[in-house]
């Protein structure tokens, strides 16, 4: 299998540090928020990773934190708890806010038929391991304490920027418009390991340590988490092209200071999903969930399609033309594959000819899209039809687009409404409220010309089909 590398920058045969198994680690959410359909984007990739391991017939060990402490509002080590600013929007404790978004990713995940990892570790049930691991670095000369906190000392390594050639200055915390120098820190680019002196004193976790009563930098959380479930040689470590750096770069450099040898292979980034005007992203505050569209008639399998019709390695513009397109083609695509009959004779030959090119697919660094095109590749062949859902089975282990299950019948609730139409109505109504008639008029226009006219009450919006 052909995979490409982000720390090397090629693409190369992967070879697993023990024969036949994978052991991945994966950054997994910040839950203080819902997940937004970008953050799904890397998920589902990843999961495409570890079904394509599988479907080659590796054993895969993934582990998966959940960061309910210590991501600061700056990627870095600036700013507030991200978890207490969700709590504090929310009037709630940070794991009453924990507990709801961890349930919802999850609940998400299963829509989207993500495999769940074998290991799931929220970072609030590993502060011993977190704690033990700095204390080792502070004595290996690679940390040290300042001001309260407790920093890893970047001058150290011979090679800090791992992931090509950043430009240092650019980088720098404190150097960044914005943010504020740490007098504390020895290198502008050294990072917080344990803080016990913060800004922002109303910090709901603390946990008691050898430097005083305090709580775990972010990065230190994914090494420690990995090192307990994933043990000192990782083969593959995943996540979002944002977090290779700091997040990615800091991991690398406290867990080989700890263990004094590389720790893993291979770095699978999967590149943005952004909106015409950007990167989607939970800070910037406008970005789209999977419940809302959902609740504007997508199925969520339609998005892991559009997902899966583009390379990871390439940045996916979201719009909803193309959701439409690829959840038009889905349906259609369902439509086939789920009508075909048990019937004929198997044809080996032309199964193992499929499957050989499915498999190459795959291998060649989970080219999804050509994975895709291969279950169209299957419709075309002249072979029984017991043949073809014999390997449109196969390939669904990896693509999990649940392509033999019909498609239940879309029958409106007469009582709720049409979830679609009362979605049409929901941003209508957003439109009007933001001043935005134009918008609200095409909205009322467009239902007005496929037969449903809106009526405006003063307890809200009903329609009536004519
Ligand atoms: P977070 O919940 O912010 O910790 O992010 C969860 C995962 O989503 C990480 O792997 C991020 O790198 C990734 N991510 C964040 N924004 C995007 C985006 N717009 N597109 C794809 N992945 C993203
Ligand atoms: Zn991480």
């Known amino acids: 299998m052909k995979l490409y590398n982000s720390l090397t ?14 052991n991945i680690y994966t950054c997994g959410p910040t839950v203080y928020h819902f997940a937004h359909i970008g953050n799904l984007r890397t998920y589902i990739m990843e999961d495409a990773l570890v079904r394509s391991l599988s479907y080659l017939g590796y054993e ?81 000369g690679y940390a040290y304490e300042a001001g309260g906190n407790v920093y890893f000392d970047i001058s150290k390594l011979d090679k800090y920027y791992v992931f090509g050639e950043h430009n240092a200055e650019d980088l720098e915390v404190g150097v960044r418009e914005g943010v504020e120098g740490d007098d504390n820190k020895r290198n502008p680019a050294d990072f917080a390991l344990w803080f016990t002196k913060s800004k922002f004193d109303d910090q709901e976790l603390k946990w008691d340590s050898p430097w ?25 470590h995943c996540g979002g092209i ?25 770095w699978f980034h999967v590149l943005h999903l952004n909106t015409t005007s950007g990167k989607m992203s939970k800070s910037k505050g406008e970005f789209l969930i999977l419940d809302t569209l959902a609740k504007k008639g997508y199925d969520p399998l339609a998005y892991r399609y559009f997902c899966l019709l583009s390379h990871y390695r390439k940045p996916l513009v979201f719009s909803y033309e193309g959701l439409d397109n690829a959840a038009t083609a889905y349906r259609k695509l369902r439509t086939r594959t789920a009508a075909l009959k ?34 169209y590749d299957v419709l075309k062949l002249t072979v029984s039809e017991a043949t073809k859902r014999a390997l449109i089975a196969d390939f669904d282990r990896v693509l999990a687009l649940d392509l033999l299950t ?8 007469e009582e709720e409404g049409d979830p679609e139409i009362l979605a049409q109505i929901a941003l209508r ?28 009450t003063p307890k809200g919006t009903t329609y009536q089909k004519n």
């Open 9 to 22: 920058r090629t693409k190369e045969e992967f070879v697993p540090n023990e024969e036949g198994k994978v």
């Open 60 to 140: 895969v060990n993934r582990v998966m934190n959940i960061t309910d402490v210590g991501h600061l509002t700056g990627d870095s080590d600036d700013g507030e708890d991200k978890m207490l600013k969700g709590a504090k929007r929310e009037k709630k404790s940070v794991m009453e806010i924990a507990q709801f978004y961890t349930d919802a990713f999850f609940k998400d995940c299963k829509a989207l038929n993500i495999m769940s990892p074998t290991q799931i570790q929220p970072a609030t049930g590993c502060i011993p391991e977190f704690i033990h691991m700095v204390e080792k670095l502070i004595a290996d």
């Open 212 to 236: 005083g009563v305090g709580y775990p930098g972010w990065h230190i959380e994914c090494s420690a988490i990995s090192l307990k479930y994933n043990g000192e040689y990782l083969d593959i």
């Open 242 to 266: 944002d977090n290779a750096f700091p997040h990615h770069t800091n991991e690398i450099a406290q867990s080989e200071a700890y263990l004094g040898h590389k720790w893993c292979n291979f």
């Open 342 to 375: 048990e019937e004929g004779e198997i044809d080996a030959e032309a199964m193992t000819k499929a499957k050989a090119a499915f498999a190459e697919a795959i291998g060649n660094d989970i080219n999804t899209s050509l994975a895709v095109t291969a279950v």
């Open 406 to 413: 019909p498609l239940a019948k879309e029958e409106p609730n």
């Open 429 to 456: 109504a957003a439109a009007k409220k933001a001043k935005n008639y134009a918008e609200a008029d095409r909205i009322r226009n467009e239902l007005a010309a496929r037969g449903i006219t809106l009526i405006d």
